[in-house]
T-cell receptor, first 113, second 113 residues
């Protein structure tokens, strides 16, 4: 699976959009970009994923650059409950075995009132 | 409500005293997995199961056992716990290896003295 690079931390004002960048310059053609988040010591929570088109769901939007070497997760109206560590993961949709998720360092997002 | 449950949520035990952490999901998922999370080491897969009576080792299986006698349950067994198994444990499930998302339980914090 391709390696990802994320800023270690960022702050965001409550009610404003939070834009979380992720670099994955070694991504290959069959690898998806996934985003999970983990609120302090809780189980990781799936947010969104995409291959090359931009995606949107009730939680967030995912913007993937045309060359697919980077992406941005957008939380449109951050709330205090969005304070968490956000993980960008690049992997194939199908794994031969294990289906394991490998989380890197992530971005620690602090939403401030 | 669709969910993955784990019990207990917190456990303090002593070296060598056998323990079991239960995991149950109500989504009829085929795939289940156990992870441990330690500071600086991220999430590491211990064991996984692709269906009833089918289990396999993850990255860090030493000192752990699992069983999958029913589709909904996937207990993690520590036959002789040691202090290096002090960790935060997560159970996860998904529809199968092709599933796009994994659903995580709330976590079990284990301290082995």
């Amino acid at each position: 699976d391709a390696k990802t690079t994320q800023p270690p931390s960022m702050d965001c004002a409550e009610g404003r959009a939070a834009n979380l960048p992720c670099n994955h310059s070694t991504i290959s053609g069959n690898e998806y970009v996934y985003w999970y988040r983990q609120i302090h010591s809780q189980g990781p929570q799936y947010i969104i994923h995409g291959l090359k088109n931009n995606e949107t769901n009730e939680m967030a939007s995912l913007i993937i650059t045309e060359d697919r070497k980077s992406s941005t997760l957008i939380l449109p109206h951050a709330t205090l409950r969005d304070t968490a560590v956000y993980y960008c993961i690049v992997r194939t949709s199908f794994k031969a075995a294990g289906n394991k998720l490998t989380f890197g360092g992530g971005t620690r997002v602090l939403v401030k009132p | 409500e669709a969910q993955v449950t784990q019990n207990p949520r917190y456990l303090i035990t002593v070296t060598g005293k056998k323990l079991t952490v239960t995991c149950s999901q109500n989504m009829n998922h085929e795939y289940m997995s156990w992870y441990r999370q330690d500071p600086g080491l991220g999430l590491r897969q211990i064991y996984y199961s692709m269906n009833v009576e089918v289990t396999d080792k993850g990255d860090v299986p030493e000192g752990y056992k699992v069983s999958r006698k029913e589709k909904r349950n996937f207990p993690l067994i520590l036959e002789s716990p040691s202090p290096n198994q002090t960790s935060l444990y997560f159970c996860a499930s998904s529809f199968g290896l092709l599933a796009e998302t994994q659903y995580f339980g709330p976590g079990t914090r284990l301290l082995v003295l």
